[in-house]
């Protein structure tokens, strides 16, 4: 996936014009206007079009840099059987660390949304893997949780005393990991 940030701090500190970069990038129809408009759009963070492979290639190209360098690679958990309050106390404790450094950390961390951050980070590393990046380099830059709302299949009264019913509820989480390299 592009990273916005990176794409933004690389046409500033090259100085190429977004014109320019447009008229290196030719795909099936897709046409030169359309192209400085998927630019400007991936420059503030929009993901419309949705950059393909070949894209991110021809953009790294024309800027003169890897296609890992502006790339990012995500991966998220859906519906994961944690309340997201608690499952953000683990996300807290990775975001900004080298990959690696989070994993040893997750591993000696004893919560039960551990599992499930691990589970993400592994995806997003292979994910890395995958496209050729240096997995010795990779931080995470971005781990959030987000609320899923009540899990499926939960009770929702407990039984008690003199015929009362208390409710409760078990709520599910998305947790969603972003690795790049340095």
Not at 43 to 67: H, N, Y
Not at 71 to 78: D, F, I, L, Y
Not at 119 to 145: G, M, N, P, T, W
């Amino acid at each position: 996936m592009l990273s916005a940030s990176k794409l933004d701090n690389l046409i500033k500190s090259t100085g190429k014009n977004v014109t320019e970069l447009a008229a290196g990038m030719k795909r099936a129809g897709m046409t030169e206007k359309q192209a400085v408009s998927a630019i400007r759009n991936w420059r503030k963070g929009l993901i419309k079009p949705l950059p393909r492979k070949s894209d991110i290639q021809s953009l790294a190209s024309g800027l003169g840099v890897e296609p890992t360098g502006i790339s990012e690679w995500r991966s998220s958990v859906r519906y994961a059987p944690s309340a997201p309050r608690k499952a953000r106390l683990v996300t807290q404790l990775i975001a900004g660390r080298s990959a690696q450094e989070a994993m040893d950390l997750l591993k000696f961390t004893r919560k039960r949304a551990t599992d499930m951050v691990q589970k993400a980070l592994k995806s997003a590393i292979a994910s890395a893997d995958e496209d050729s990046a240096d997995v010795e380099k990779l931080y995470v830059c971005q781990a959030r949780v987000d609320g899923a709302g009540i899990r499926v299949g939960t009770k929702r009264w407990i039984a008690k005393d003199r015929g009362k019913a208390y409710s409760f509820i078990k709520l599910a989480s998305h947790i969603h990991v972003t690795v790049t390299e340095i």
